[in-house]
């Protein structure tokens, strides 16, 4: 059966605030956590960046739940960093923590001043760094001279089994690429088709029989107006597509490029409704993909009335 978790929203709220949503989440009924891993907010109005990682190991001791994120190795972190507190958490929390990588956006990574290269060899540094940190996983001194540079870096410190490491992907493109050395595919909801692409792109590369992750973005508010107007308010940069989305490296400029962007543009591409039955249609379709967990976000400061409102209306019908 499809699992249906929390998205735990970094760049929109305080970490402590978080750490109290997903408590409510686990009691409401959700059945899993995933969080954003950003050093900057998308707009300066969402006002938050907490370090995911630190966070991480506070959520999974403070629930019972399964927890993973989506970061982007090679710029930020180097990967046999991000191997080492992957493995950490692995021991402190068996089988509860998994890892999806991907080729990141200059928002985040941009800090560093490295050259931010082309999506062809962001791609290229990606594949080598997932080879790296599953080489440390398995306990073997690294030596590797690519994209990146690893000089005899070993773990000591590592879980029985690795975390699962998933290939990040919004286009078939990417998800052909991730399937033959990633351990699943995570990707992000819509409609139907355009989702079973890039799914059936995956399989087809070398990711068939693999698990598949899904972020699903929703925008509930008791009001019709109240859904629109936070989901524009917070979630406007989305409308601008994966040509833009890598490519600008501040908070200001993704709310300059997003300035003419309207309520009903982000209501085309974010599930935007009050009505929680029209939301639980929208999550119906994955089960039929194939999708093993789909991680709800909803985009509004209104955590709260969300998390109550999914637990008691949508979350069990679907489950049914």
């Not at 969080?35 to 938050?48: A, I, M, V």
């Not at 800090?111 to 062809?120: D, E, V, Y």
């Not at 940190?133 to 994209?147: A, D, N, P, S």
């Not at 543009?265 to 999550?283: I, K, M, N, P």
Request: charged residues 20%.
């Amino acid at each position: 059966m499809t699992r249906f978790g929390f998205h735990a929203s970094h760049e929109q709220h305080a970490p402590d605030r978080l750490l109290a949503y997903v408590r409510a989440a686990e009691s409401a009924g959700f059945e899993g956590g995933m969080c954003s891993d950003h050093f900057h907010p998308w707009l300066p109005e969402e006002g938050q960046s907490g370090y995911a990682w630190a966070w991480l190991g506070a959520a999974m001791q403070a629930t019972a739940l399964t927890f993973g994120t989506v970061s982007a190795p090679g710029w930020r972190y180097h990967p046999a960093i991000v191997a080492q507190k992957a493995a950490t958490l692995g021991v402190m929390f068996p089988g509860r923590f998994w890892l999806a990588v991907g080729s990141g956006e200059a928002l985040n990574e941009g800090i560093t001043g490295l050259p931010w290269p082309t999506k062809a060899r962001r791609t290229a540094r990606l594949a080598e760094c997932a080879e790296v940190m599953k080489r440390l996983w398995r306990g073997e001194t690294v030596t590797h001279h690519g994209e990146i540079v690893v000089e005899d870096a070993k773990l000591y410190t590592r879980p029985r089994e690795a975390p699962l490491l998933f290939g990040a992907a919004l286009s078939e493109e990417t998800a052909a690429a991730v399937a033959p050395w990633a351990d699943g595919l995570c990707t992000i909801g819509g409609e139907e088709e355009d989702v079973r692409k890039v799914i059936d792109a995956f399989r087809a590369h070398g990711g068939e029989g693999k698990p598949v992750y899904l972020q699903h973005v929703v925008s509930w508010a008791p009001t019709e107006d109240g859904a629109r107007r936070q989901a524009h308010w917070q979630w406007r940069q989305s409308v601008l597509g994966g040509a833009v989305l890598p490519e600008l490296r501040t908070p200001a400029q993704f709310a300059a490029a997003a300035e003419r962007v309207t309520e009903e543009d982000v209501a085309r591409l974010v599930r935007v409704s009050s009505d929680l039955a029209r939301h639980a249609e929208w999550l119906s379709i994955y089960p039929r993909l194939g999708v093993d967990a789909v991680y709800i976000m909803n985009a509004g400061k209104n955590q709260e009335q969300y998390i109550e409102a999914f637990g008691a209306k949508v979350l069990p019908g679907l489950r049914r």
